[in-house]
Nanobody
Framework: QAQLMESGGGSVQAGGSLTLTCAAP????????MAWYHQKPGGTREWIAT???????AYLARVEGRFAATRDNTQNTVWLQMNSLKPDDSGTYFC?????????WGQGTQVTVSS
């Protein structure tokens, strides 16, 4: 079954970096703008970044300048480079397409930033 798969999370200290990967075997990411979302424990899923088919990006203000969403359509993959991480960035990160009808959500990847 086609599924979104996020990976690359982990535990880092404040100020550290991580790169998250979004792959989707069986789904065609190339024709969609793709977005990253952040969910804190017990919280709601919050949009943080979008990268269009052509690589144009948009970010939530609190991550702009620290995070960078990129994609490679030849690899059907999207990445989120996260720098200068803060404890408030901790949580689960998800990817999905930008569409009124989104794909079923993947499991996400967990990020823990310690102070």
């Amino acid at each position: 079954q086609a599924q979104l798969m996020e990976s690359g999370g982990g535990s880092v200290q404040a100020g550290g970096s991580l790169t998250l990967t979004c792959a989707a075997p069986g789904l065609d990411l190339t024709i969609n703008a793709m977005a990253w979302y952040h969910q804190k424990p017990g919280g709601t899923r919050e949009w943080i970044a979008t990268v269009t088919r052509w690589g144009v990006t948009a970010y939530l203000a609190r991550v702009e300048g620290r995070f960078a969403a990129t994609r490679d359509n030849t690899q059907n993959t999207v990445w989120l480079q996260m720098n200068s991480l803060k404890p408030d960035d901790s949580g689960t990160y998800f990817c999905n397409r930008v569409d009124d009808i989104q794909w079923p959500w993947g499991q996400g990847t967990q990020v823990t930033v310690s102070s």
